[in-house]
């Protein structure tokens, strides 16, 4: 066996008898006063097995540690559909200005008008740029947007005397939307993508019937497609009093240029943590605030941050017919000013030109690796692209053994095995600010491999070797993570 590598061995590992790290003047509590100071519980019959480590060890451990970690401010993250964008370091100067960074959440309303304000004035930009007339900034991820929209329009449907039971959901979706859907209480109807990608418009209204409450449809859609014919699909849906409701997780692709309300949608919600740059990964905290037309204003979770005549800001709590709270205190306060400083920093015209370069970037992408793979379907992409391992898979070379080679060539893998319906799928968004030097780099990285599928497979079938870990059990990796040491029992 090979000797691990240091960056493996943990700082109990490191322990040698007698080093230490600190400098401390000695107690001038004597000893024998310990018993009568303390009660008896609360003292150590023996000192702790705390490990022994000089400070270079100890700072060496922790720094190295922190190069483990894979981000956005050290590497190119082509994760499709989950826009790992970077995050702005102006953001996190003014998330952390004391007014914002200390102020409590139960502070009176008088005493945090400025966060109100920024509040008011954040929701009313979003509404602006989805041509929504309500925004609720609550929800905590995109998944709980989901959730407050279809609650929202089932309390919709039920003050117009109406039970409506199922929400239609094509087979690209993402797969938070049949949640969200399963625990507002409806059933899902899964309806059939067509040749293109599209949604299948005589499947669309085959199902459209009393009993269907909403829509729910991602536009772009997952394979990196615009529904072109999104219009009559809202009209369709409106004319048998269905909603329609937009998953806008990824808007980066239609900012400035096009926006749900335009397009007939009835709600949407969006990313913060993916459109709007804020932090994203390690869990959160996530952003999902969720716009609405005026028919369901109403519905929206309390409180709704309101302006009085004069100017000043107030939380409304009184709305009789709101889906309730749904979240601690007022959403994910810090995210919100990253969010807002990113769309005053941005501008409507930095806003659309985001939404060109990412579209420019990924067909660019697309047409690099067009022919090396096979693609998910013809004609150009939106902000992300889908292609195919099939032709790699029949050599023997996966989709899951070409993310892992990748990592081993220095890049993030894509998205894999997302959307259901493409085979070895591979989905791979760049976002706007990537430069033509690091795409080309990993287009060259992608190429490299489609040609040593075919001469020498073995090499993506072992990758990755130059990671700290090989291929772990991805189940058992998420269902039973090993987060802290554990000391051998001698
Ligand atoms: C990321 C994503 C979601 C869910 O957002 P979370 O914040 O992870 O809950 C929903 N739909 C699409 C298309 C997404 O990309």
Known sequence: MTARPSYDKLIFELSSPGRFAYSLPAS????????????????RPAA?????????????????????????????????SCTMKYNPKVNEDMARLPGFARLHPLTPEAGSQGALALMHELARDLGEIAGMDHVSLQPAAGAQGELAGVLMIRAYHLSRGERRHTVLIPDSAHGTNPASVALAGFSVVQLRSDDHGEVDLADLDRHLDEDVAAFMITQPNTLGLFESKIHQITETCHARGVQVYMDGANFNAILGLTRPGDLGFDVCHFNLHKTFTTPHGGGGPGSGPVGVKAHLAPFLPVPVVVQDEDGGFALDWNRPQSIGKLQAFWGNFGMLVRAYTYIRTMGPGGLRAVAENAVLNANYVLKRLDGDYDRSAPGPCMHECVLSARRQKRLGVSAMDIAKRLLDLGFYAPTTYFPLIIEEALMIEPTETESKETLDAFCDAMIQIAREAETNPALAQEAPVTTPVRRLDQTLAARQPVLRWTPQVK
């Open 28 to 43: 001038d509590v004597p000893v024998s006063d310990v018993a009568t100071l303390l009660p008896a519980e609360f003292v």
């Open 48 to 80: 702790p097995e705390l490990p022994e480590v000089s400070e270079v060890d100890v700072v060496r451990h922790y720094s190295r540690l922190s190069q483990l970690n894979y981000g956005v401010d050290t590497h190119f993250y082509p994760l499709g």
